[in-house]
């Protein structure tokens, strides 16, 4: 049994004229009126499928095809929302696969054992309402619903009054599950599989991720009259860490380390800078690690702050840490890799994903689909049609070994 891979193509192309760009890409974000637009088409291809459709609290949109018993489903899901000039695929593409494998054992008309239910999660993004993967934290018990109801907006909208504004604020017994597994399917969203020439990957876990601002503190001065063994230069300090932060993600096995947010005082041309703010992301499969990465960065940072007579405070401020995945559902996509005789191989996640928080109170697992040059959350991010249909084809098989054919 396959899906039907035009089809899978055409509703992805239906779905990204909802919110589409110029250069070919999405903006949807989360409780939009595009999000609420792209909700509402959900909903109809949902009902047309034949599945039960309700909405929880929370926004979360699932659809529910009935099993021979009425015990927990296997679910899968992913998310519609997308970061501002996003692909047609991140979070889409899970989503739709899903509705597809539900299309394709209709056509089939095969029962299964257990239900079956899709999952379209709030905010995944996190772009508009901070922090990311909001709903299904919540869901998983992460976050009070008044902690998320309460996120604001760049322009001060709540996240309650913008859910129910749309007309997607529903009841808390509608929310997704109990599921005896859960399924998401998603694109890479970096190199590693086509690197290694395999169309789909099998995700045993995903990294954990631990974030830290670090402050400079110097003396602004002017650039002129200033000699260079006088100053206390709060950028060329930063300049050093920043350095030091890629080498410490380099020279350990398995870890990446990004500067990727900066803002330095008072940005003058000719103004020695007299204080510098910026943020580090370090990532890797073991916890310990994570730690003794910190560790070090506040020893460089110290060694520096010696150095140049000058203050630099390193605040860990958020940490998420690694999650590996059910083994039985891991085993389950492995094994539906081989059913369909996919070249597939096992991965950890370097991207954080609603299945993270699923892993909390379900067992869980991912699919990946190569990413042609590893490129996402760009208007170019791209899979090709075979690459797409043949992580459907794995969801498919994968959801067929948990749910259980008739």
Known sequence: MRVDAARLRASLAEFAQIGATPGGGVTRLALSDADRAVRDLLRRRMEEAGLAVRVDDL??????RPGAESGPAVLMGSHLDTVRQGGKYDGAYGVLGALEVIRTLNDAGVSTQRPIEIVDWTNEEGVRFEPAMIASGAVAGRFARDYVYDR???????????LRRIGYLGEVANRPGPAAAYLELHIEQGPVLEDAGAAVGIVEGIVGITWSEIIVAGHADHAGPSPMGLRRDALA???????GI????RETEGAVSTVGR????PNVINTIPGRV???TDFRHRDHAVLDDLVERLRTLAATTASERDIEITV???WTSEPTPFATDVVEAVAAACGDTGVDAMRLWSGAGHDAKYMQDIWPSGMIF???IAGLSHCEQEYSTPEDLAAGANVLLHAALRLAGPV
């Open 59 to 64: 926004g979360n949109i699932t659809g529910r």
């Open 152 to 162: 604001t907006d760049r322009e001060g909208l709540r996240f309650e009054d913008e």
């Open 237 to 243: 300090a930063a300049a050093g860490v920043i350095a």
């Open 246 to 249: 890629e080498g410490l993600g």
């Open 262 to 265: 900066i803002a330095a005082e």
């Open 277 to 279: 703010v910026f943020s």
């Open 315 to 317: 605040e860990r401020f």
């Open 369 to 371: 689909a190569r990413s």
